[in-house]
């Protein structure tokens, strides 16, 4: 018998596939598409919007590849402008910005380092100010950096986790809420290593695990201004940060202990935020965790 595993949607190839050697590599971070030994797929080719954002606005950050950049397109692609804030991939981001404006919409991109306050302010004044407005914001900037051993793990690192994965989720939302009020939609990044911890990742799965936690409070302190706030927490996903972050042999075997035995693509993980971003398909949802996991379950 011969069991066939769901594989990548639109014939891209996996990027994880039986020859996993040649994948054996590594990048500077934060992680650049075009050095990739093999590209993520996160442009949303065959994606088929049916406008559910139109007349939107959102701001995604970390949205200049991966993740942030199939939600980008999928959300131009249902109607919405978009604005994504990054730290320095100029090339990732400005690739980003010209599939979004070939679907017809309107894309700014803000480079910065959002574990500043500051920072964070003015990239929500700036998509205001440039965009007309704010509907909806998505928190997905994240920094990673794994540790063999509890003892490693500094307190410089542990704190610049916190300020990118969740404090820059805080100073972000908070600057964003007065936009939002009234009809709008947050939707935050989390992780499968914030549900159940990862011991290399220590800081990491604290840090998402952290953004769980802000997402319930949020939804239940944000209820009465008619905000939503709802979170994706995904299973491993083929993105730059991960060649950037992680040793050349587990970026090889990458996402190869899931059910489907393969990383997600960001093209298969972006609906779930079209899903939470728009009102006809989720208007009663708020405070809930989405977590696509490739087949894996979680207890409770």
């Known amino acids: 018998m011969v069991v066939r595993l769901p594989a990548c949607p639109d014939g891209y190839p996996s990027p994880v596939t039986d020859d996993t050697e040649h994948r054996a590599h590594t990048i500077a971070y934060p992680g650049r598409t075009e050095e990739m030994a093999e590209a993520p797929r996160d442009e949303m080719r065959a994606y088929r919007g049916r406008d559910l954002l ?61 574990a500043d ?5 003015e990239v929500v004044s ?14 997905n900037v994240a920094f990673q950096n794994p540790v063999d051993d509890f003892m490693e793990l500094s307190p410089g ?7 990118v994965n969740v404090d820059s989720f805080f100073h972000t939302t908070r600057a964003a809420v007065p936009h939002l009020t009234g009809g709008g939609a947050i ?6 290593n914030g549900l159940r911890g990862n011991k290399q990742l220590i800081d990491y799965a604290a840090a998402k695990g952290a953004v769980t936690a802000l997402t319930y409070s ?36 990458f996402g190869t ?44």
Not at 81 to 109: F, K, M, N, P, S
Not at 227 to 241: F, H, Q, S
């Open 218 to 253: 949020l939804a239940q302190s944000l209820l009465d201004r008619h905000i939503r706030v709802n979170c994706v927490a995904p299973g491993p996903v083929w993105t730059p940060l991960i060649p950037a972050t992680m040793p050349a042999d587990k970026v090889a075997g």
């Open 54 to 114: 139109q007349g939107k606005t959102a701001l995604i950050t970390g949205g200049d590849s991966g993740i942030g950049r199939a939600v980008a397109i999928a959300f131009a692609k249902e109607g919405a402008d978009v604005a994504i804030a990054y730290l320095d991939e100029d090339d990732d981001a400005a690739h980003t910005v010209d599939l979004v404006e070939r679907e017809g919409r309107r894309a700014r991109a803000f480079a910065g380092d959002l």
């Open 157 to 163: 690192q542990w704190r610049r986790t916190f300020d």
């Open 126 to 139: 700036r998509t205001v100010a440039e965009l007309g407005g704010l509907h909806l914001l998505v928190n």
């Open 117 to 121: 306050p500051e920072h964070c302010a």
């Open 257 to 300: 202990q899931t059910p489907y035995g393969r990383a997600a693509q960001p093209d298969e993980i972006a609906p779930s935020y079209v899903f939470f971003a728009a009102d006809q398909l989720s208007s009663y949802y708020t405070g809930e965790v989405l977590a696509p996991l490739g087949g894996e379950t979680l207890p409770g």
């Open 187 to 192: 939707i935050n990044t989390g992780s499968i």
